[in-house]
Structures are given as C-alpha cells and as structure tokens.
C-alpha cells in the first residue's frame, strides 16, 4: 500500500492505495494551527477506511511507502511527524535529489513547486508527447512539458475561488456567488454577473493560454499536444465546455504515486531524499 500526502495552501489531500489504484482520497481543510496529533487522528481513520476495502495483502499494517509534496513547509514538519506515528515509517518528501523523470529546464529550478512536479510526472505516464496540465486551485496554473519529459515553464492566474473572494472582499456591494456557468455573457443580475466576468472571463484566459502555448511547442518540434485538467470542479467544466484534454481529479496524488515507482525501481546508491 502506498500512502501520497499533497500539501497545498487551502487543502491537503492525501491517497491510500494499491496495485495502481487509490482505495481511498480524502480533503483536508488546511489549517496552520493544525498539530501532528489532529493529522495523526486523520491518517489513522483513513487507514482504517482503506483497510476496509483493501485486499488483505495489501492492507498490512505498515505502507510500502509514505510519500509527502508539500508546498507549504510550514505544515511539513507536523503532516511528517503525524504520518511517521501512525504509519511507522519515515515518510519521503519530494523534492531535490528525489528522481522525477522529469527535467526542469525553468530559469530558476529551485522556484518550481513540488505539485507542479508531481502534475508533470503523472502526464508522462499518460501519454509520450508533449501536454500542458491546466490546475484549477487557489491558482490556476498551466504547465507546459515538452515530448522529451522536460518541464519548460508554466503561467499562473488567479484561481477561479479566489478571484470571486477578492472581488467580494474589496467590491462591498458584491455579494457571495456560488461559481456556475451563466447562461448568458450579459448578466441580468449582480450575481449572474459575476458569474459571467469570472467563469466566461477565464474560459478565455485558460483558452488563449492553452492556444499559445500549443503553438510554442509545435514550435519546438511536438506533433502533437495533449491537456490534462486537475483541481476544482468548477475547472473541470471550463475545461469541458471548451472541448479541451481529459480531467484528471488526482493528477497529483497519481504523479507521487509514479515518482514513488520510479525510486523503487533504481538502485539505492541513485536515491536521495
């Protein structure tokens, strides 16, 4: 059994799973106060609910391995330390030194944030050519990987939440809107209005973006370019309506999980935490 843990500034969402499937995902609030005994209560009742639906051999008490992407090293120590009590290992933190498969050809490595990574590995074990993974999160961020697995850079925008939350934070006569799409681009209500500025408005950001960067790695020789699509449901609809790539909820918890193949299969000497 495999344990993935992504860390992320709103949400932690963590993976128990076997034999290339996740028997159980579940979402954490994040919560910066959290200490490693409320993570412990958290990691031990989803192994209790994998154990549930595990085959046996699969199920044993402890985890083949325990593997942690976090973007927030503030949370890290106390997510690690609750995850070592109850799953009796050592867990691994991607990172440098870790073998990805992918290569990092951005002017500053060291910038690129870990989920992006994990995104980029998972793709790689989707398809052999180049692809662009759009995540909808507290960000919305399109990475784009050429055919040879080597991630050349990505373009962050507000997310789709927080964009509405700011809106309503600094516009007092703006109420709170739950994101669906509208049926129409000129709204007829301050709601609908907001729907359209920021649903219709980033279905196109997200659709020029997606254009240009598909041109930019036909340019460098792909035949052919692939999206994938992760995050928020909202995200996925966009993604939907504009006819783009395949959605892939677990994009990042799939890509701990081939990094983590990847370390097991090379030779001890060539891993480092």
Do not use: H
């Not at 995902?25 to 209790?48: I, N, P, S």
């Not at 050519?129 to 373009?155: H, K, P, R, W, Y």
């Not at 681009?185 to 598909?214: H, K």
């Not at 918890?253 to 090379?266: E, H, K, Q, W």
């Amino acid at each position: 059994m495999l344990v993935a843990i992504d860390v992320r500034n709103k949400v932690i969402t963590v993976g128990l799973g076997a034999q290339g499937a996740w028997a159980v995902v579940r979402k954490l609030g994040t919560l910066y106060q959290r200490t490693a005994d409320e993570y412990a209560m958290f990691f031990r009742f989803l192994m209790e609910e994998a154990r549930a639906v595990l085959p046996a051999a699969a199920a044993k008490k402890v985890p083949d391995g325990v593997w942690i992407s976090s973007v927030v090293p503030s949370l890290t120590p106390a997510v690690a330390e609750g995850a070592r009590e109850v799953f009796g290992q050592e867990p691994r933190l991607i990172g440098p030194g870790v073998k990805t498969g992918i290569k990092i050809r951005t002017d500053q490595p060291a910038e690129l944030g870990a989920d992006l990574v994990c995104q980029a590995a998972a793709g790689r074990d989707l398809t052999a050519s180049a692809f662009v993974v759009v995540d909808f999160g507290v960000a919305i961020t399109i990475s784009a990987v050429n055919q040879g697995g080597e991630f050349l850079g990505c373009a962050i925008a507000p997310g789709l939440e927080a964009s509405a939350e700011t809106l309503r934070l600094q516009a007092v006569q703006i109420p709170e809107v739950k994101l669906e799409f509208p049926p129409r681009a000129i709204g007829r209500s301050t709601a609908e209005s907001v729907r359209s500025g920021i649903l219709l408005g980033f279905e196109g950001l997200v659709s020029r973006l997606l254009e240009a960067m598909d041109a930019e790695l036909r340019a460098q020789g792909a035949s052919a370019v692939e999206v994938f699509g992760t995050g928020d449901a909202a995200g996925r609809e966009l993604l939907e309506r504009l006819g783009r790539g395949r959605f892939e909820p677990c994009l990042a918890l799939d890509g701990i999980a081939a990094i983590a193949r990847r370390t097991a299969a090379l030779p001890a000497a060539t891993v480092s935490a």
